[in-house]
């Protein structure tokens, strides 16, 4: 056949397959799939008529198996109407509801073989996956997702740390700074690319790519570095992301489902508010619900380091935790040889006599970084897990903190769930660290409190350059980082960090406390900083909710400030923060909050002061110092 009569029959298979537009149920948000001339297949997004996602590629290639062109549509299903409501004990809401249509579009290649790509609409964007059902097994080689966007559009990104770099080789860890208000299509200053979530602005839409469902069985993906005429490609993990052994990318024996791709998307309150992340997340294994208790944590490690973690400063952690009224305190890196797991039973057996639960570390790692910390390798194999959280359970700790993990291949992604669901089976709350985004994790694995994936608090108190970046830093993260997912950023100091000029005013510190979703919030400030706060500020963080029902994003902009309302019980708390050199006054918009009263806390005149005063629902206008912050309580 030659090339006019290939073009000729291109386009005849293209036209027996005109575009499928599948919307969302409000019809604000349609989906167009297609088959282009050199029949790949392709989709595009749309709000309210204007384009978002311009015309994309979608497709595998699995070894022996090229399912990413010459495709012709063999089924396109009827269109199904999802609905499921589900509980969150960690989280932006505690009761969600997730609507969505659904279809299944089935494609074969030339050789017979089959796809399915699943597509879902919902009010707050789009989501598909692949999944290719037979025996025999299914080695992934690359996937040809992507997501084009105008040439206009704008980006907030965080580069992807490269595999075996940094510190003792504990790259990546997702730590780094985001770019902000770039150029889309600008080039990743790291080679591996860019991390989820990402987050755009296309004309008057922000858009949040993303991924969820990892059962396992799959590698976690992020944006390539490259994304030229400002089309983003799914990544893979580096070569060296992987348990000592094991396999990179995904190999699976029988039926390959792939994590979904999502797109959420509208205005900037639609994209805040979205709960997609958890919503495309598989559902709650089994776990004793007594068990899954948010909370707040007492920690030594931020401020004062290895020195601390010894017997004597951990029971006064204990009784700094009491006497804030916290659940728990943070034993971290080498317990086992400064404190040692007997005299850490009478630290868990002291905890539990002022109902104060102590939390554990651990360093997850084999082969796969230089550290020496311990406990080391106490976790590697299942019979190691099993032994290990029993005898924790008998010693009555409540959790483990997991650490230095070796990145985002299909093996680690196996090790985390295993991890999880061990811990879960011991009665055990988990934290990861030195780890992966977690991806809807905590839907799944109530257990899961929180993990790190993140430049947090601890990098402001080895450099002042960290420190000074931090407060753009903590401006951008409820709009990426947090947006999904729980994120121990260890938040709040009040006082001095050694050798270190802090950035941030106590109002900014304070506000985070509300701002960050975390299961369990460890906050950095030590019994000496909080002595210096006023009563009230120190009452207000006694009362603090541990987990919210609602959130509702108020105002913002990333990396410049946000302003937040959450919801527990019949209290709502309001909190923001100013990023900008300058003071900001903003126009709030409380009128959720009817004319309700409250209490506000902010700066006073000093970078450490505070003042205190009433506030009323309604339209409210307030002024945030610059690099500073607020909370108000409307119960």
Do not use: C
Request: avoid cysteine; hydrophobic fraction near 45%; glycine fraction near 8%.
């Amino acid at each position: 056949m030659n090339l006019i009569h290939k073009s000729v029959f291109a386009a005849l298979v293209a036209s027996a397959f005109p575009a499928h537009a599948l919307d969302s149920p409000d019809r604000r948000i349609s989906v167009k799939v297609a088959l282009d001339a050199q029949q790949t297949l392709t989709y595009s997004v749309q709000r309210n008529g204007v384009p978002v996602i311009l015309p994309s590629t979608l497709g595998l290639q699995l070894a022996g198996a090229d399912l990413a062109g010459k495709l012709t549509l063999a089924q396109t299903s009827s269109v199904k109407a999802v609905s499921e409501q589900y509980e969150m004990a960690v989280g932006k809401r505690r009761h969600v509801s997730y609507r969505a249509n659904e279809q299944v579009f089935t494609v074969r290649n030339g050789a017979g073989q089959a796809m399915d790509v699943v597509l879902r609409v919902s009010n707050d964007g789009v989501a598909l996956r692949y999944i290719v059902k037979g025996e025999g097994r299914k080695q992934f080689v690359s996937e040809a997702t992507s997501f084009a966007f105008a040439p206009s559009a704008k980006a907030w990104l965080q580069p992807m740390q490269v595999a075996q770099t940094g510190w003792k080789n504990t790259n990546p860890a997702y730590e780094e700074h985001y770019l902000r208000d770039i150029a889309a299509g600008t080039t990743s200053p790291s080679k591996a690319g860019w991390v989820f979530p990402a987050l755009f602005k296309t004309g008057d839409t922000w858009v949040a790519l993303s991924e969820a469902d990892m059962d396992g069985s799959f590698h976690a993906s992020r944006l390539q570095a490259e994304s030229p005429d400002a089309t983003y490609r799914i990544g893979l993990p580096m070569a060296d992301e992987k348990f000592t052994g094991g396999a990179v990318l995904a190999d699976v024996t029988g039926t390959l489902v792939t994590p979904w791709r999502l797109i959420a998307l509208g205005s900037l309150p639609t994209v805040m508010d979205s709960t997609l992340g958890t919503d495309l997340a598989a559902p709650a294994i089994a776990f004793d619900k007594a068990k899954v208790k948010p909370g707040h944590a007492a920690w030594s490690w931020a401020l004062l380091k290895d020195d601390a973690t010894v017997y004597d400063v951990q029971k006064q952690f204990i009784d700094y935790a009491a006497d804030m009224k916290w659940d728990y305190a943070l034993v971290d890196a080498d317990w086992d040889r400064k404190i040692g797991y007997d005299k850490m039973r009478e630290l868990a057996q002291y905890g539990a006599g002022k109902n104060v639960g102590v939390l554990v570390w651990y360093n997850s790692s084999g082969l796969w970084n230089q550290t020496e910390y311990s406990p080391k390798g106490a976790l590697l194999t299942a019979d190691q897990r099993k032994k290990e959280f029993a005898r924790l359970k008998e010693m009555g700790i409540k959790g483990v903190k997991i650490d230095f993990f070796p990145g985002d291949g299909a093996s680690v992604m196996a090790y985390y769930i295993a991890l999880l669901k061990d811990a879960a089976d011991a009665g055990l709350l988990v934290n990861f660290h030195g780890a992966t985004l977690p991806r809807g994790w905590a839907r799944t694995y109530p257990n899961l409190m929180s993990a790190e994936a993140i430049k947090g608090l601890e990098f402001t108190t080895f450099t002042q350059v960290d420190q000074d970046a931090v407060v753009r830093h903590a401006a951008m993260l409820p709009f990426a980082r947090n947006l999904f997912d729980p994120m121990d950023f260890t938040p709040m100091v009040f006082g001095d960090i050694p050798n270190i000029k802090r950035a941030t005013r106590n109002g900014f510190e304070l506000a985070e406390s509300v701002l960050f979703l975390s299961g369990i919030q460890h906050f950095a400030e030590t019994p000496t900083g909080m002595a210096s706060v006023p009563a009230y500020v120190k009452s207000f963080l006694q009362a603090l909710p541990r987990s919210w029902d609602d959130s509702k994003f108020v105002d913002g902009y990333p990396g410049a400030h946000v302003v937040i309302a959450r919801k527990a019980g019949k209290a709502w708390y309001v909190a923001g923060l100013n990023a900008d050199d300058a003071d900001k006054t903003i126009a709030l918009d409380l009128s959720f909050l009817s004319k309700r009263k409250g209490v506000l806390i902010a700066d006073g005149a000093t970078e450490r002061e505070f003042t205190r005063s009433d506030i009323a629902g309604g339209k409210a206008s307030i002024t945030i110092k610059a690099h500073g912050g607020f909370v108000a309580v409307f119960k």
